[in-house]
């Protein structure tokens, strides 16, 4: 099954790297490729638009403003299911190409018992054995998983009620509702986390690459590996070149 999980992922991105290009400019590494991308922009214009419809249908007092997006309450209630069906398949295929980076290791477990430090910012690294995804940010996705898959299951009795019965459809409900609120939350965090908690972070998913300072400083082992290079050594050497340019009066950038 990974052999041909593999192979799928591996013609995948080598069809997508064929019609589109990533530049790398000397400071950058790259981050995530076309293939990437183009899966995380379809999962969050899906997710999106399931959002917008699904509080249009059940949120009263935002009918009259969200429905006429859709052309109408019977074809929000039309489209509502398929877009979620878009999210559902688009995040399967992003399960896929993430398998590998975002399974659970010691390591995570390690820096969950300082994820106090890792909110407060009190680091100007982070620890050294953090990979290419830390472990908040596999918790999140993992967290969407769990949550995709009891969306999908309740959205279906919800679609055919005649067929799985008012009970069912009503339990349906419940669950739908559960899963579409952690999703919302984890949302909202995703977006804070990638653009003011981690200036660089949102750069990654529009021209897939980061600077080397933001990888030494957010992914220390995932720089390593990708450039051979000592991640505490490039930042100390980083600090000494800002430390000479403000002795001569220029102007200090930051080094992490």
Known sequence: MSTAVERFDDGARARFGAH??????????????????????????????????????????LYRVLTPLFGGG??????????????????????????????????????MR??????????????????????GQKLYFWAIVGSSVIFFIS?????????????????????????????????IVHIYEGTAAQPGTFHSMTRGTVEKRWAWTHHPAWYLHATGRQPQDDYEAAVRRQAGRSAEGGTPSMPG
């Open 20 to 61: 589109g290009r990533t530049f790398v400019r000397e400071n950058e590494l790259l981050r995530h490729p076309v293939y990437s991308r183009v899966l995380h922009w379809s999962v969050a214009a899906f997710f999106i638009l399931a959002l917008l419809s699904g509080l249009a249908i059940y949120t009263p007092w």
């Open 74 to 111: 019977p074809m929000t209630r039309l489209l509502h299911p398929w877009f979620s069906l878009g999210f559902v398949a688009f995040f399967a295929l992003q399960l896929l190409n993430w398998l590998q980076p975002m399974s659970w290791t010691p390591d995570d477990t390690r820096w």
């Open 114 to 135: 300082r994820l106090k430090e890792y909110v407060a910012n009190t680091d100007k690294l982070e620890p050294e054995y953090v990979d290419f995804f830390n472990a």
């Open 155 to 187: 959205g279906v009795p919800m679609w055919f009620p005649r067929a799985f019965g008012r009970t069912t459809a009503a339990i349906g409900y419940v669950f739908h509702d559960l899963a579409a609120l952690v999703m919302l939350v984890g949302f």
